[in-house]
Antibody, heavy 120, light 108 residues
């Protein structure tokens, strides 16, 4: 079945970086965009960025520009999101989601989420 | 950036009720509007795409309407499993998407 499986929970100190992986299966990885969305506890969904796995093209939300990098390894159908200069406000659940063409992107398959905790 | 505003932020309803949630865009987005349902501790689930198209496997009691700047999600007869948080998302500025702040639907 079509699924995205993310890496496990992380605990990081302020100023460090975190890299979360998202492995796709059940479909052709390079045929669909991958988006990253985060959610702080009790808060709403916040789009972070996007990647076209075929071309490697990326785009990031202004808020995260310069701190986030999305990459991929097509040989293992895996996307990565790295967030640097972590601060306590980055404590959240991070999701990857497949972007399908619904007349514009809709996110039709989601990973299970990765909890990132930033604490000294 | 296109801002999405949902109303209400929360509402209480009973099983069997008809419920409507509204989403307003800060500029016209044609029909580039999607709706998601999220239950506690779970990833969001796509319900409606392109304003009114039902995602495969989603019950027909869910429907969406609207175009331009004003959109609605309607649940015709609430079921116990429908109590969750609902988000709208604009895809007009794909790939730079934005979400509404969410509407929490609680049991009365």
């Amino acid at each position: 079945q079509v699924q995205l499986v993310q890496s496990g929970a992380e605990v990081k100190k302020p100023g460090a970086s975190v890299k979360v992986s998202c492995k796709a299966s059940g479909y052709t990885f390079t045929s669909y965009d991958i988006n990253w969305v985060r959610q702080a506890t009790g808060q709403g969904l916040e789009w972070m960025g996007w990647m076209n796995p075929n071309s490697g093209n990326t785009g990031y939300a202004q808020k995260f520009q310069g701190r986030v990098t999305i990459t991929r390894n097509t040989s293992i159908s895996t996307a990565y999101m790295e967030l640097s200069s972590l601060r306590s406000e980055d404590t959240a659940v991070y999701y990857c989601a497949r972007g399908s063409n619904c007349g514009g992107d809709c996110l039709d398959v989601w990973g299970q989420g990765t909890t990132v905790t930033v604490s000294s | 950036d296109i801002q999405m505003t949902q109303s209400p932020s929360s509402l209480s309803a009973s099983v069997g009720d008809r419920v409507t949630i509204t989403c307003r865009a800060s500029q016209s987005i044609s029909s580039y509007l999607n709706w998601y349902q999220q239950k506690p501790g779970k990833a969001p689930k796509l319900l409606i795409y392109a304003a009114s198209s039902l995602q495969s496997g989603v019950p027909s009691r869910f429907s969406g309407s609207g175009s331009g700047t004003d959109f609605t999600l309607t649940i015709s007869s609430l079921q116990p499993e429908d109590f969750a948080t609902y988000y709208c998302q604009q895809s007009y500025s794909t790939p730079r998407i934005t979400f509404g702040q969410g509407t929490r639907l609680e049991i009365k």
